[in-house]
């Protein structure tokens, strides 16, 4: 939104498709991870299933932003459309549930959590 009251429209619109880029490959570096913890969850419990809607949540969040991307590409010079500012208040939304419920994974479930004790010797 930046880009349509600046005077230098060029310089946010580049700059969000390239940051939209770098957290599109981010996001498929730190899927990897993720699945290697998802995988370790037991199937059939509530953690499992928090844990699929968590990593369809942010699928959904790479694959909107990756339109979002595509659409921004022939666009570089001028200040950005309403539908990539919808794609990314949207993609952000999304976003926003699904880091909710990677926290409740972690902080309810303790997916990937060092046990008490091993934590409590990073305090000594």
């Known amino acids: 939104m930046a880009s349509q009251w600046a005077g230098e429209e060029a ?3 580049k ?9 599109i490959l981010g996001a498929v570096i730190a899927a990897v991870f993720g699945l290697m913890d998802f995988i ?3 199937r059939g419990t509530r953690a499992f299933t928090i844990g699929l809607t968590h990593m369809v949540l942010n699928l959904t969040v790479v ?3 990756a339109v979002n ?17 919808a794609l990314s208040a ?3 939304a999304v ?6 419920l ?3 994974l972690i902080y309810r479930y303790g997916v990937r959590v060092v046990n008490e004790e091993a934590q409590a010797e990073g305090y000594r």
């Open 11 to 13: 310089v946010f619109t």
């Open 15 to 23: 700059a969000a498709f390239w940051l939209i880029g770098a957290g």
């Open 40 to 42: 370790a969850i037991p």
């Open 63 to 65: 694959a909107l932003f």
């Open 69 to 85: 991307f595509a659409i921004r590409r022939g666009e570089l010079d001028d200040a950005v459309e309403p539908l990539p500012i």
């Open 90 to 92: 949207l993609s952000l």
């Open 95 to 100: 976003l926003a549930i699904s880091g909710w």
């Open 102 to 104: 990677g926290g409740t």
